[in-house]
């Protein structure tokens, strides 16, 4: 019987976890093809060498995921055609600023098997405005169903309380699977699921999706909050409004998808929480916030540090999602004319890019 054989395309924090729990599992379980590659992009660490070869000598991401070892059987590789060539499973993590050129790359006639399967953990999604034209015509789309598209084979989405370096670190948690058919949940299943990495498949793919995307923006909101030194009450209030605005902003423009994936699973309720106490984009919105005169001390004449400056200070290379993600929703809103059903979303928008008063967040809610 064929082997299945795991790429993986993206080898940050999430890209090189989730390869971890991928590749612990095919060395072990019948069916795979121990071999897993992970596409590395080329980096040169000063002193060092370059990072695949670190990678493969070391089996470790030094760059980020540090201090967590990595199993033997997963191998880094520079190009990211040579990954994918012969996979049957590819699993597809990266910032989602980044999948257009992917895409294009992977699109070359030939280059992914035929059968093929594809899983995103991307967080975002795909919002298309077309200048000039009529109001009403921004479309919004999920990941998957981008890659379906692209690449022409089926695609679930993968999404929970997953902090990187948690899974990393091999500590309990669970991850939601959003796929339609039932081979294709056994199939995910078996790549992912063990003991300390729990998999629920649900049948909601734009849910799962669309929770990973807005979460972010809520987790924006979350540290704010922190910034501004506020209480627990305060957080939970701003977590729970933002929870029914993700469930309705997705029910109102994926109306197939269900409410539940908010309130019962992984990929709802329990990733905004953990995002929103530990998380990269809570962390940086809490020091844009602190940043600001009134509330660092420093002098009035001078201005608060911009989103892109504390990716660069305070992330080493990772990247923020919820930003863009914010930028992208309120666009698409603005354009729908819909701004008004969605206030923390608008407000989370401002704040971050048109230096509205933080303690503005509160006003309409
Ligand atoms: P990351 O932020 O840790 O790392 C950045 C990645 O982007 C690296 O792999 C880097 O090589 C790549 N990159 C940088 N510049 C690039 C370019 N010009 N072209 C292509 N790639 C480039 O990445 P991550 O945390 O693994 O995030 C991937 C996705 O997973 C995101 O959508 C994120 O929201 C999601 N996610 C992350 C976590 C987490 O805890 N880190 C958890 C769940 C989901
Ligand atoms: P951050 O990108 O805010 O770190 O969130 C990670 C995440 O998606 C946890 O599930």
């Excluded at 993590?93 to 059968?115: A, D, F, M, R, T």
């Excluded at 729970?240 to 992984?266: A, D, N, V």
């Amino acid at each position: 019987a064929r082997l299945e054989k795991i790429a993986i395309v993206g080898s940050g924090s999430w890209g090189t976890a989730l390869a971890r729990v991928a590749a612990l599992n095919a060395a072990e379980r019948e069916g795979f093809d121990p071999e897993v590659r992970i596409w590395v992009r080329e980096h040169e660490i000063p002193g060092r060498g370059k990072l695949t070869e670190i990678f493969n000598r070391t089996h470790r991401n030094e760059r980020y995921l540090p201090d967590v070892d990595l199993p033997e059987n997963l191998v880094a590789v520079p190009s990211l055609k040579e990954t994918v060539r012969g996979a049957t499973l590819i699993l597809i993590v990266v910032p989602h600023q980044y999948l257009p050129g992917i895409l294009e790359e992977l699109k070359e006639p030939g280059l992914i098997s035929s059968g093929a399967r594809a899983i995103s953990a991307i967080k975002g999604v795909e919002v298309v405005i077309q200048k000039g034209a009529p109001q009403g015509t921004a479309r919004i789309y999920t990941y998957p169903s981008v890659i379906e598209k692209e690449l022409g084979i089926p695609c679930t989405a993968l999404g929970g309380a997953n902090i990187a370096l948690d899974v990393g670190r091999g500590e309990f948690c669970e991850t939601t699977i959003g796929v339609l058919s039932a081979k294709d949940a056994a199939l995910w299943h078996a790549v992912f699921d063990g003991p300390t990495f729990r998999v629920h498949p649900i049948e909601d793919v734009a849910g799962v999706s669309l929770s990973g995307a807005l979460k972010n923006v809520v987790a924006l909101a979350a540290g704010f909050v922190d910034g501004m030194g506020l209480g627990g009450n305060n957080k939970a209030a701003i977590l729970r409004i933002g929870l029914l605005e993700m469930s309705t902003f997705t029910l109102e423009f994926f109306p197939g998808s269900s409410p539940l994936t908010f309130s019962h699973h992984s990929a709802g309720v329990a990733d905004l929480i953990t995002t929103s106490f530990g998380g990269r984009n809570r962390k940086c919105a809490e020091a844009f916030i602190k940043s600001k005169p009134e509330y660092s001390g420093v002098k009035p004449e001078q201005r608060g540090k911009t989103f892109e400056q504390l990716e660069k200070e305070l992330l080493n290379g990772q990247k923020l999602q919820g930003t863009l993600t914010s930028r992208e929703v309120f666009e698409f809103l603005e354009a729908r004319g819909r701004l008004e059903g969605y206030p923390l979303f608008e407000k989370v928008y401002r704040i971050s890019f048109e230096e509205m008063d933080p303690k503005r967040l509160f006003e309409d809610l």
